[in-house]
């Protein structure tokens, strides 16, 4: 399938600490591929939970922004989304050893909220589901209120 | 409050990668203080969401495990608890330059499932609040599932 663009993602291709996370258009999915590193261990073997929320949120950020960019047409808008609420379902241990995938896509849409639901596969063993609930704000605003 | 025992946490203090989270209990609440580093950033000045929903996976698993291991007297059982399911509600954005506090206690506790509710704050303000589902696993045969 055609890739249609990247994706901005949270944690920023300029961050060298960051999960580097790359994500582009399959359709009206989002798809990402992140190899996991030694020292992202929750046990020998497994891949820690945290990291896994780590990467369903920044994927389903990554996804909302798209989509939203993608709906008003214009990539230069003021506001932008940010994750209002996370839960995230571990099916089962993911191994550390092999990459992963993530596919997303948005599941409700309106003016102030983008809600997508995003899973991560092993392999073809889907390990983890989430669903990221993601609001929209004023970027100046949200940048000056912590 | 006195200090009844530190817990043991996902990301393992022999994990220089790791969140070092360190945690203690005051009474019925597993306390845990963290300093967050520069490169931990969503926005200037402002910590990612992934990063805060690992912290309070990394501090509910570390609760639970906890409580069972009280409960049950005994601190080498076969069995821990992992992460079922997380879900984490970010009430506003965190800030990047001070240190972060962590509060949980047990929701919820039978035999196969202990939930432990988590919020996070930054000096007295409460900036994410959170709910893990752990499931009780035989350890010997979690360790060899992936």
């Not at 990247?6 to 996370?21: A, D, F, I, M, V």
């Not at 991560?120 to 989430?130: E, F, H, R, V, W």
Request: contains cysteine.
């Amino acid at each position: 399938m055609a890739r249609r663009g990247y994706l901005l993602l949270g944690c920023g291709k300029n961050n060298t600490h960051g999960l580097q996370l790359k994500s582009y258009w399959e359709d009206d999915e989002a798809v990402a591929t992140w190899e996991p590193k030694e020292h992202h261990l929750a046990f020998p073997g497994i891949l820690n939970g945290g990291i896994i929320a780590t990467l369903i949120d920044c994927h389903g950020t990554g996804t909302a922004n798209a989509a939203a960019h993608k709906d008003a047409g214009d990539t230069n808008q003021h506001s932008m989304h940010v994750t209002g609420r996370i839960s995230v379902k571990y099916l089962r241990p993911t191994p550390l050893n092999r990459p992963l995938t993530l596919r997303a896509h948005v599941t409700e849409m309106n003016e102030n909220k983008i809600t997508v639901s995003c899973d991560l596969y092993s392999n073809d063993t889907k390990c983890a589901t989430g669903e990221v609930v993601t609001v929209r704000v004023d970027q100046a605003l949200f940048l000056k209120s912590k």
